[in-house]
Antibody, heavy 122, light 108 residues
């Protein structure tokens, strides 16, 4: 059974930093593209960042480019999202999502974690 | 970026009703259109991929159709567990993959 468990969310001040983690199990983590998708309170879904399963490609939404950094540790089956210089508009539930694909940019999110909530406020 | 416009943004329906949700893309995306269901307080769940393929474990009352710019999600007979918000998603032009604004299906 595929499982994705996010952690690391919480309250952070504007301009601060936070690192989210997603521990995966039930599939060969190193083989698949993985993404972070967020949802602001009461709003729709927004893709944030993705990491190719081949390990060679990282992708970012324009809204977070230069501030967020995605990484993965295949030995720990863990995906990370380093969030720097956060803004109020980054307040959202952050979901980790497994992709159907093994390489290239994100395409199809076939499994999702339960999410971790990030609140940016002073 | 590809814009996806869903309609309606919300609807009220009764158990047993046939429900149709549409999604229009700002340019052709072939059949690279997927549908997700999200219940309140839960993570999204993949229902339909590649416009019309049913994800494993999803009831057959869900179906999808369309290609190019116009797509449809149909629930043939609405069940109590189907009350949720539905999102379309395109991956033809990625990155970024984009989502529609959502359609909330409520009980009449």
């Amino acid at each position: 059974e595929v499982q994705l468990v996010e952690s690391g969310g919480g309250l952070v001040q504007p301009g601060g930093s936070l690192r989210l983690s997603c521990v995966a199990s039930g599939f060969t983590f190193s083989s698949y593209v993985m993404s972070w998708v967020r949802q602001a309170p009461g709003k729709g879904l927004e893709w944030v960042s993705g990491f190719s399963g081949s390990g060679s490609g990282t992708y970012y939404a324009d809204s977070v480019k230069g501030r967020f950094s995605i990484s993965r540790d295949n030995s720990k089956n863990t995906l990370y999202l380093q969030m720097n210089n956060v803004r109020a508009e980054d307040t959202a539930m952050y979901y980790c999502a497994k992709d159907f694909s093994v390489a290239g940019p994100p395409t199809l999110f076939d499994y999702w974690g339960q999410g971790t909530l990030v609140t940016v406020s002073s | 970026d590809i814009q996806l416009t869903q309609s309606p943004s919300s609807l009220s329906a009764s158990v047993g009703d046939r429900v149709t949700i549409t999604c229009r893309a700002s340019q052709s995306i072939s059949s690279y259109l997927n549908w997700y269901q999200q219940k309140s307080g839960k993570a999204p769940r993949l229902l339909i991929y590649a416009a019309s393929s049913l994800q494993s474990g999803v009831p057959s009352r869900f179906s999808g159709s369309g290609s190019g710019t116009d797509f449809t999600l149909t629930i043939s007979s609405l069940q109590p567990e189907d009350f949720a918000t539905y999102y379309c998603h395109q991956s033809y032009y990625s990155p970024p993959p984009t989502f529609g604004g959502g359609t909330k299906v409520e009980i009449k």
